[in-house]
């Protein structure tokens, strides 16, 4: 199974983006998939993450109400809905899977992952 992250771009503050992760292989309800961030200098970071199957979601709580998860099954897609952007979402976001018998929805431990796709900028300016 092969990861593509897209719908990255330079926006202003308080814009909103939608990223969207394609996998070509499997089908995406038979996993755990997550989005992770990684500012300049920072640590990945946990946003969101899926399971499919079952419709079971979870967001980082300094986005909750802001981003959203959901998955398109017509598409075999993952997507993060982002509005209300702030300078601080700037980060480059990668979406990665999990097998859903050693992931938990939620993990935020990005070892835990073993498909990642590459990453989709998004830059938020003030």
């Known amino acids: 199974v092969q990861l593509q992250a897209s719908g990255g771009g330079l926006v202003e503050a308080g814009d909103s983006l939608r990223l969207s992760c394609a996998a070509s292989?499997?089908?995406?309800?038979?996993?755990?998939m997550a989005w992770f961030r990684q500012a300049p200098g920072k640590e990945r970071e946990f946003v969101a993450a899926?399971?499919?199957?079952?419709?079971?979601?979870e967001v980082k709580d300094s986005v909750k109400g802001r981003f959203t998860i959901s998955s398109d099954s017509a598409k075999n897609t993952v997507n993060l809905q982002m509005n209300n952007l702030k300078p601080e979402d700037t980060a480059l976001y990668s979406c990665?899977?999990?097998?859903?018998?050693?992931?938990?929805?939620?993990?935020?431990?990005?070892?835990?992952?073993?498909?990642w796709g590459q990453g989709t900028q998004v830059t938020v300016s003030s």
């Open positions: 899926m399971r499919v199957s079952g419709n079971v979601t």
């Open positions: 292989g499997r089908r995406v309800s038979l996993y755990v």
């Open positions: 990665a899977l999990g097998s859903p018998l050693r992931v938990r929805v939620g993990e935020r431990d990005p070892v835990r992952y073993h498909v």
